[in-house]
């Protein structure tokens, strides 16, 4: 063995004694509970929720197949209820998700089990907006989603999922008797 390549050895055994730790790392950077908000279908809007709701995660005895949140606007993050999500995937078959009153939506593996790439269009009433690629095999939207109104690297990251240009029709400040808040805890 060359020392060249008992460096790459080396490099490769760590990378993979670290695929744990990983995803710890990215689990624990999602924070705590917000406090009054229940583990359950409110909690965690705009988070990657695959990364706890999968195998290996803290919630893997509820796994999602996909899963993310739809905001009503593009620079504030209050939750759209009643929103689609229709998805088709790999072999033509579809599903359609809705969201909660924060915007969360869920697949579990009793509902649809999507062969990837999957094709994503969301909608309510007469406004939908399509993504143009497809989503390769992430589980949450907010993989690439992200929460945080300025983006870190553009190339790999896009910012949240909203609905309406500027606020929800009639509901500003998202549903009036959600059991929850529906603007995302520390956003505008
Ligand atoms: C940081 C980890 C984490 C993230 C991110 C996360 N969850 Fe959870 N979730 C949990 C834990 C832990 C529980 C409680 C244990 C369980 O139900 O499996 C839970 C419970 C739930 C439950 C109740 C499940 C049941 O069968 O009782 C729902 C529904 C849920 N989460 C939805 C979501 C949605 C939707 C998202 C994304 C918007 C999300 N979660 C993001 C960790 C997380
Ligand atoms: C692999 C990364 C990735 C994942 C995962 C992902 N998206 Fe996207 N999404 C993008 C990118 C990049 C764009 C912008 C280009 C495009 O439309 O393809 C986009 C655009 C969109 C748009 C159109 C935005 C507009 O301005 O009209 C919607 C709606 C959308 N995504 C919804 C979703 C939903 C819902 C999910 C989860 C089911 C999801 N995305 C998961 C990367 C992703």
Same mark, same amino acid.
């Given at each position: 063995m060359t020392r060249a390549s008992m460096v790459l050895a080396g490099i490769a055994l760590t990378f993979l004694s670290c695929a744990d730790p990983v995803l710890s790392d990215a689990i624990s950077a999602? +924070? %705590?509970?917000?406090? +009054?908000?229940?583990? +359950?279908?409110?909690?965690? %809007?705009? /988070? @990657?929720?695959g990364l706890c709701h /999968?195998?290996?995660? @803290?919630a893997s005895g509820s796994p999602f197949t996909v899963a993310g949140t739809v905001f009503a606007q593009p620079l504030r993050q209050v939750g759209v209820e009643g929103a689609e999500i229709r998805m088709t995937d790999a072999e033509g078959t579809t599903h359609i998700a809705k969201t909660n009153c924060v915007g969360n939506f869920k697949v579990t593996p009793a509902e649809w089990v999507p062969k990837f790439p999957i094709l994503v269009e969301i909608g309510k009433g007469n406004v939908r907006r399509t993504m143009?690629? =497809? #989503?390769?095999?992430?589980?949450? *939207? %907010? +993989? *690439?989603?992200? =929460? =945080?109104?300025? #983006? !870190?690297?553009p190339l790999s990251q896009v910012g949240h999922i909203y609905l309406? !240009? =500027?606020?929800? @029709?009639?509901?500003p400040e998202g549903t009036?008797? *959600?059991?929850?808040? @529906?603007k995302r805890p520390g956003t505008k």
């Open positions: 999602q +924070g %705590a509970e917000t406090s +009054g908000v229940d583990k +359950g279908e409110f909690h965690r %809007a705009g /988070q @990657p929720c /999968q195998e290996g995660g @803290p143009r690629s =497809t #989503i390769g095999r992430d589980a949450s *939207c %907010a +993989g *690439c989603h992200s =929460t =945080t109104l300025e #983006i !870190a690297d309406f !240009a =500027t606020d929800e @029709p009639g509901s009036a008797d *959600c059991a929850v808040d @529906p």
